[in-house]
């Protein structure tokens, strides 16, 4: 039984021998291991790829341990990583150098097995909180998906992602037609299902790779890669009609909702980045409220 997370652990050491048992005894327990040979290797491996963990060797030529420790506690993207410096150094100020330099942990070389596992069981739980907390910053909790924060920070990443293999990407907003009234006549709790409901119904009429985000109270921001504008409209118009023809609420009392939508595309067409498009959308959006409601605008 694994004792973990399983956690993906960047070992730096400058010795293969060192290497060689350490990747040895970290991946007997299931983690993958990303191996370095010296600090400078073992900073471009952590740009490269997120790491949980590291054991960072003190003495190594280019960029000592200490050195590197340093670099990936203020590199935004590893400042929370948990770092363990080895060294053969056993006076209580290179500990505290260790600690000061942005160490979490500090192991003796010699390693002894039974201390390191300890050390990977202590940096596991710290991964395990940081897993979590990162994941609920981002999710909404009523619905599930990404809140705004991460919808945003996700097309950043889709929009560099279309630069690259040159594909387009498209998003739409989807706002549901007359809620007030749903929390008006039934409850606010009866709203929040309606809520959760309404998202079901998307996620269930979307391809793996889009992503949904609440955006607002009652309005959804669904990001389609590798899909252009015209497509993008197709999939609301399938959006629109599933979420028409869901049946809500408790058969005793069955309601129906309906939802409008404003598409617009973020790549290449739109030069004003995720901003211009969603005012795009947003317009159409409004102009689709305004014919009807009901009804998908491009
Ligand atoms: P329209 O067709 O023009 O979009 O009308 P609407 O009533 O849907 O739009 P409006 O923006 O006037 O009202 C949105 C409502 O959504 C008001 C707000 O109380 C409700 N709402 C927002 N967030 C939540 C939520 O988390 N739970 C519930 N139950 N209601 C919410
Ligand atoms: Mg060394
Ligand atoms: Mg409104
Ligand atoms: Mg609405
Ligand atoms: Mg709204």
């Not at 200490?66 to 209580?92: F, G, N, Q």
């Not at 197709?234 to 009392?253: F, K, Y």
């Not at 309906?258 to 995720?274: D, Q």
Request: net charge negative; charged share 25%.
């Amino acid at each position: 039984m694994m004792q973990f997370p399983a956690m993906r652990v960047l070992i730096a050491d400058d010795t293969v021998l060192m290497r060689t048992m350490l990747s040895e005894q970290v991946a007997s327990y299931g983690h993958d291991v990303i191996l370095a040979k010296d600090g400078r290797e073992a900073l471009e491996r952590a740009q490269a790829e997120p790491f949980d963990i590291a054991i960072i060797d003190w003495e190594m030529p280019w960029l000592s341990g200490l050195e590197v420790c340093w670099h990936l506690k203020a590199d935004p993207r590893t400042a929370y990583s948990y770092l363990i410096l080895m060294t053969s150094h056993d006076e209580p100020f290179y500990e505290m150098e260790a600690l000061d330099a942005g160490a979490d942990d500090f192991i003796h070389k010699p390693v002894n097995r039974a201390h390191l596992k300890a050390r990977l069981k202590a940096g596991g739980r710290i991964t395990e909180m940081h897993r979590l907390l990162v994941a609920q910053a981002q999710t909404d909790p009523l619905t599930g998906v990404a809140n705004r924060r991460a919808l945003l920070e996700r097309a950043g990443e889709e929009i560099r992602r279309a630069l690259r293999s040159r594909q387009p990407l498209s998003l739409l907003i989807a706002d549901i037609d007359h809620f007030k009234r749903i929390n008006d006549s039934r409850g606010h709790a009866a709203g929040d299902e309606a809520l959760q409901r309404f998202v079901k119904t998307l996620d269930g009429a979307l391809r793996p790779g889009d992503l949904i985000g609440r955006y607002g109270g009652e309005e959804f921001v669904v990001l389609l890669p590798n899909t252009a504008l015209a497509d993008a409209s197709a999939v609301a118009e399938r959006l629109r009609q599933r979420v028409a023809a869901q049946e809500m609420g408790p058969n005793s009392d069955s309601f129906r909702m309906t939802a409008s939508f404003g598409v617009a595309a973020v790549m290449p067409e739109a030069p004003g980045g995720i901003d211009e498009a969603l005012r795009v959308a947003d317009a159409a959006l409004y102009r689709a409220k305004a014919e009807g409601r009901n009804r998908v605008v491009p």
